[in-house]
């Protein structure tokens, strides 16, 4: 077997964390990793948020983010260590042989410069090629990478063109210097789910064309199934498994590895059709000073105890069908009925009881909750405000819903700053929950938590739908969600509804153009996938 | 037990012993306010520590009771300031519309016309007292505070956590004072000291260019204008009352640096 292109034996990687009640001290935050990566090939870092794998990945360049040190074990690049290289070596090897593609292209782009005069940067630095020679260069990978009118997208600058084409770019100005090796950290996981599709096959191939060998790191174990050849499952910093693709996804040796393949694997019977609680009757809406409908003539009903999903990518609509249904949009035209009656358009005029019975919960347990208030308050003033509870019937009623939330005891007096990401949604839930409503908007709730948190999150939500017939009108990009916990269907897109009926119905051929995109771009754990979606499809995405 | 870092222990004893020279002005200066004890800028001797002034005074006793007149009018002045501007400035944020319309654009207003200009030409009308220049100021001092707690209100305002309170169909007043005020509290606090010190160098502007304090009070403004021809003979009276605005400010604002950092440590601090 020939040297491998990287080779990191033990590494070690410490953190200096500044608690605000005790002095600041170091932690371990990786331990003990070792990998190897041939040319050519791709291995896929795959865990939740805090498992190290970004940090890792930023190893392979010797960088350590804001107080992340490399302590131990080495680091080798083409056959030499760099893991205490000083920064003049380490200058002329970042960008010449090891780049890198942030999961923010947005973010990552110098919104003054052309995206040719960035693509070209480091290759002109490190004095690879002349301007001319590079630029050839750089239009080729465009061309490879699918990227429309490749011959001058260079001219533009970073806000003309979409988010899907903004990563081709960065995965273009990251191959342009033809490094041997090149470091992904969720390329995709920003983009919509039918552009994502796009910009992975566009890696995939050129990946494959240009021979580099890549590093790819994901949390979504279906996506790195398709671009990887080999996977190294990680958890708070320690390897948990290493094997190639086939291996992990149809024989996974450890239990942890096993829960990620099996996640999103919950199975939810379709309920009969009912007298609704919600009635959105033809409603159409504009926020005030634009000229064009973000919803037109929307039609959907939701029966008690069920469950609706109103699917579509960003800009379709859906999450402003919420704040029309709650009052913080009036519609232009249209009504909505609610629990028999007709709903104010507009919020201020509400009665107490529209307001207790619609609840909602949002994306961002984060900015959800205000962070100088505790657990108990936080969930306890919906009690005081709509049932006047107060004092020890209050806090025993909050300790009920921290108990039905499966949080029990001893969070009551904490602060949101000090509960977990799948905590604090769980937090968001009690509250909504404390007002005893009939419906309750689910804002895309689970899309900010890792699969195996997101997983518990709908578990809760649909047994505490059994327990207490609520209705969730639950607004998702994420069609695997969708299939988990629905009983009717709703796809968005473009302000309309463009798909309605029961699960059943929604999910089973004859699609219509747009549904068929959406769904074949969900990634599937299973190899070959990829191929397979890009060959059968019949629309492009928006991203395109 | 809190931990404090020295620099802001140092600005702590230093600020309260200010207050506290300032309360307790009457027992613990050695002559009257006014009083002529002495020769013209005796130099400093026992009785006298810090000398005599212009016309014989007491310096030291004219600092302490000067101290107390600039502290007073200061603090006042800061707590209307932050009274009128921190509440109109809220209000603005989460009502919006109209009303913030209007509200910003007078302050506009205001902020247009250099507030030393506009306060000299309105005290040059008005009866100069203690009163006037407290709401002169404070009211020109709350523009500043208005623009600061509107800037941090909008920012918190479009949280979820906010949208939520109006979901579930809080009152303004809540809003307000429980969910945007606790997030807001940290710049404002470190405004306050700011605002305080630029209160105290404010009326000893008006003190020194003669539409501050009248004699025969005496705040540190006017001790320094009062004195101010001595320095052409070597005489140092004046430097008195300037090195102890100087000192009052470094104290204060070693304070709120402190306040500042702690409180955006604090758990579920936002800028931890």
Redesign the interface.
């Given at each position: 077997m020939p040297d491998p292109i990287l080779s990191i034996r033990n590494l070690k990687i410490e953190a200096t964390v500044?608690p605000?009640?005790a002095p600041p001290h170091d932690v371990v935050i990786v331990d003990g990793v070792s990998l190897d990566l041939q040319k050519g090939k791709v291995l896929g870092l795959i865990g939740e948020s805090g498992a190290g794998k970004s940090t890792i990945g930023l190893s392979a360049m010797s960088y350590g983010r804001g107080g992340v040190r490399l302590t131990g074990g080495e680091v080798m690049l083409n056959g030499r260590e760099i893991r205490l290289a000083n920064a003049k070596a380490l200058r002329s090897l970042r960008g010449r042989e090891v780049t890198y593609v942030a999961q923010s292209a947005a973010a990552a782009f110098n919104p003054a410069l052309t995206l040719m005069d960035q693509v070209v940067e480091a290759t002109l630095r490190h004095g690879l090629a002349t301007r001319s020679e590079a630029e050839a260069r750089a239009v080729k990978l465009f061309r490879k990478l699918g990227l429309p009118d490749p011959d001058n997208i260079g001219k533009r600058y970073p806000h003309q063109v979409s988010g899907g084409q903004l990563q081709r770019v960065m995965t273009a100005m990251a191959l342009c210097p033809e490094p041997s090796l090149v470091v992904f950290d969720e390329p995709t996981t920003a983009l919509d789910v039918t552009t994502q599709i796009d910009v992975l096959a566009a890696i995939k191939e050129a990946i494959h064309d240009t021979g580099v060998a890549a590093l790819y790191i994901t949390h979504d174990l279906a996506v790195v199934a398709q671009v990887s050849d080999d996977i190294m499952v990680l958890r708070n910093g320690k390897t948990v498994e290493t094997g190639v693709v086939r291996q992990i996804i149809d024989d996974p040796h450890e239990d942890y590895t096993r829960a990620l393949v099996s996640v999103r694997s919950i199975d939810h019977e379709e309920k009969a059709k009912a007298e609704p609680v919600l009635r959105v009757d033809g409603v159409t809406a504009r926020y005030s000073g634009t000229s064009f409908d973000v919803l037109s003539d929307i039609n959907v009903d939701l029966a008690p105890g069920q469950t609706l999903a109103v699917v579509g990518e960003s800009g379709s609509g859906k999450s402003t069908l919420a704040r029309v249904i709650?009052?913080?949009l009036p519609p232009r035209a249209g009504s909505i009925h609610f629990n028999g009656r007709d709903l104010t358009p507009d919020?201020k005029s509400?009665t107490?009881t529209d307001?207790r019975e619609?609840?909602?919960i949002?994306q961002?347990a984060d900015?959800?909750?205000?962070?100088?208030?505790t657990v108990g308050t936080i969930i306890g003033?919906?009690l005081e405000?709509y049932f006047g509870l107060r004092g020890e019937a209050k806090r025993k009623r909050v300790q009920e819903l921290l108990d039905q939330i499966e949080m029990g005891k001893g969070y009551i007096d904490r602060?949101?700053?000090?509960l977990s990401g799948g905590q604090k949604q769980r937090v968001c839930i009690a509250?909504a929950l404390a007002?005893k409503p009939r419906l309750i908007i689910c804002d895309e709730v689970t899309s900010a938590l890792d699969p195996l948190v997101a997983d518990g999150i709908l578990r809760l939500l649909l047994e505490l739908q059994a327990q207490e017939n609520v209705a969730y009108l639950f607004i998702t990009h994420d069609l695997a969600t969708v299939k988990a916990i629905a009983d009717s269907i709703a796809v968005m897109f473009k302000g309309k509804v463009v798909r309605y009926g029961s699960k059943s119905e929604v999910l089973a051929p004859p699609f219509d153009d747009y549904t068929d995109l959406l769904l074949s771009s969900v990634p599937e754990m299973r190899l070959g996938w990829l191929e397979e979606a890009i060959a059968g499809r019949r629309m492009a995405s928006a991203g395109n | 037990m809190i931990r404090i870092p020295p620099s802001a222990l140092l600005g702590l004893v230093m600020t309260g012993a200010f207050f506290f020279v300032a309360i307790f002005a009457d027992f613990i200066a050695p002559y009257p306010l006014a009083a002529v004890v002495g020769g013209v800028w005796d130099p400093s001797s026992s009785e006298h520590w810090l000398g005599t002034d212009s016309i014989g005074r007491d310096l030291m006793s004219r600092m302490i009771y000067g101290g107390q007149t600039t502290i007073k009018i200061a603090t006042l002045a800061t707590i209307v300031s932050f009274g009128l501007g921190s509440v109109l400035g809220f209000t603005a944020a989460t009502v919006g519309g109209w009303v913030d319309q209007a509200l910003s654009r007078f302050v506009d207003l205001l902020m247009s016309i250099p507030s030393l200009i506009l306060a000299l030409v309105v005290l040059s009308v008005m009866s100069v007292n203690e009163l006037t220049l407290i709401l002169v100021m404070g009211l020109l001092d709350a523009t500043r505070v208005f623009r600061l707690s509107r800037a941090v209100a909008v920012d918190i305002t479009v949280?979820?956590?906010v949208?939520?309170a109006?979901?579930?169909?809080?009152g303004t007043g809540w809003i307000i004072f429980?969910?945007i005020l606790?997030?807001a509290l940290s710049p404002l606090v470190a405004e306050l000291g700011l605002r305080f010190i630029f209160a105290v160098l404010f009326i000893s502007t008006l003190s020194f260019l003669g539409l501050g304090v009248q004699p025969p009070g005496a705040d540190w403004g006017g001790i320094v204008k009062e004195n101010s021809a001595g320095l052409v003979y070597g005489i140092p009276a004046a430097l008195a009352p300037a090195v102890a605005i100087a000192v009052l400010a470094i104290s204060v604002n070693l304070v709120a640096d402190w306040v500042l950092n702690r409180t955006t440590?604090?758990?579920?601090?936002?800028g931890?």
């Open positions: 500044y605000p009640d709650t009052g913080l919020l509400r107490k307001l619609l609840q909602m949002y961002m900015v959800a909750m205000n962070p100088r208030q003033r919906p405000f602060y949101p700053a000090e509250r007002a | 949280m979820d956590y949208e939520a109006r979901l579930r169909g809080e429980r969910e606790p997030n440590s604090l758990k579920g601090g936002r931890a």
